[in-house]
């Protein structure tokens, strides 16, 4: 099975933040989430990952690839990276496919200037 936003994101340079956020904020994502009601994602708790002073919140592009990530929440929701985006605290950043090669990190300010640029 293709997983057609990894195969736009290999396209798209590892420093290019902005261009693979527009593919993502587009994409479906798996996400690993304590919610008390699964169609309100702010309901609840994602899984955040902290790395120094900022917090990851976790996100995948397929259910193939979160391994064990799942059994710490039991749970995903599938949210567009736009839905996830809203739905984080301010501040926090999304980590995309953590524990794999093509990983990528969307910092609060890549967020912040696509929601600005959609208001």
């Given at each position: 099975m293709t997983n057609?936003?990894?195969?736009?994101?290999?396209?798209?340079?590892?420093?290019?933040?902005?261009?693979?956020w527009?593919?993502?904020?587009?994409?479906?994502?798996?996400?690993?989430?304590?919610?008390?009601?699964?169609?309100d994602?702010?309901?609840?708790?994602?899984?955040?990952?902290?790395?120094?002073e900022?917090?990851?919140?976790?996100?995948?592009?397929?259910?193939?690839?979160?391994?064990?990530?799942?059994?710490?929440t039991?749970?995903?929701?599938?949210?567009t990276?736009a839905?996830?985006?809203?739905?984080?605290?301010?501040?926090?950043?999304?980590?995309l496919d953590?524990?794999?090669?093509?990983?990528?990190?969307?910092?609060?300010?890549?967020?912040?200037?696509d929601?600005?640029?959609?208001s």
């Open positions: 057609p936003t990894l195969d736009a994101l290999r396209d798209i340079d590892a420093t290019d933040h902005a261009g693979a527009a593919i993502v904020r587009e994409a479906e994502l798996v996400v690993p989430a304590v919610v008390e009601n699964p169609r994602p702010g309901s609840g708790r994602f899984l955040v990952v902290p790395h120094g900022l917090q990851l919140v976790v996100a995948f592009t397929s259910t193939k690839r979160i391994g064990g990530f799942v059994t710490k039991r749970r995903h929701l599938k949210l990276g839905e996830l985006a809203a739905a984080i605290p301010e501040g926090h950043a999304i980590v953590p524990g794999h090669d093509d990983g990528r990190v969307f910092l609060p300010d890549v967020l912040d200037a929601a600005d640029a959609a």
